[in-house]
């Protein structure tokens, strides 16, 4: 038996939605925390930069195709784009969510990867390690994946033999 303790996260007052660019949906930090699994040892002033960066990251990938709907076909917001309703939204903000999400994870897990609290001995830590390398490799695909859905373009994977 072993016990793991968890940090509480902070109230969900205490964290306010972050903004976004007009077109794109802002974020509610405790969603957020609820979506990736996050618990307290992700203080608020670790999240909410990252946060931002994510979302960073996946609007200016997105810009091209903001630009596109907003300039060729008038719509205000994502959320105005045409696209199934799943639980009362849009499923291009379900979309954007998503790879935010992703992205936030991977960026997360890969600073963990330079904690000093890494098991030592038997080999742990290149185990530990290579076990962050894979979440942060899946993290990103799932963005990718996330990314690919929002634009309608196939998801591909391609490898080199």
């Not at 979506?35 to 979302?55: F, N, W």
């Not at 990867?113 to 001995?121: E, F, I, S, V």
Request: net charge negative; aromatic share 6%.
């Amino acid at each position: 038996m072993s016990f793991v303790a968890t940090a509480r996260p902070p109230v969900a007052a205490a964290e306010p939605p972050v903004s976004n660019d007009p077109w794109f949906p802002e974020m509610e930090p405790a969603a957020v925390r609820d979506a990736c699994r996050l618990d307290g040892t992700i203080t608020t002033a670790r999240l909410l930069p990252a946060l931002k960066a994510a979302m960073l990251s996946v609007n200016a990938e997105l810009e091209q195709y903001r630009l596109e709907q907003q300039s060729r076909w008038g719509y205000d917001v994502l959320a105005d784009v045409p696209a199934p309703m799943v639980g009362g939204e849009s499923a291009q903000v379900l979309r954007y969510r998503r790879a935010v999400h992703a992205c936030l994870q991977a960026d997360l897990a890969e600073v963990y990867r330079n904690l000093d609290t890494l098991p030592a001995g038997a080999g742990k830590e290149g185990r530990v390690l290579e076990a962050l390398a894979v979440q942060v490799d899946e993290h990103r695909q799932k963005q990718r994946w996330a990314i690919s859905d929002l634009l309608g373009i196939r998801r591909s994977t391609v490898e080199l033999i």
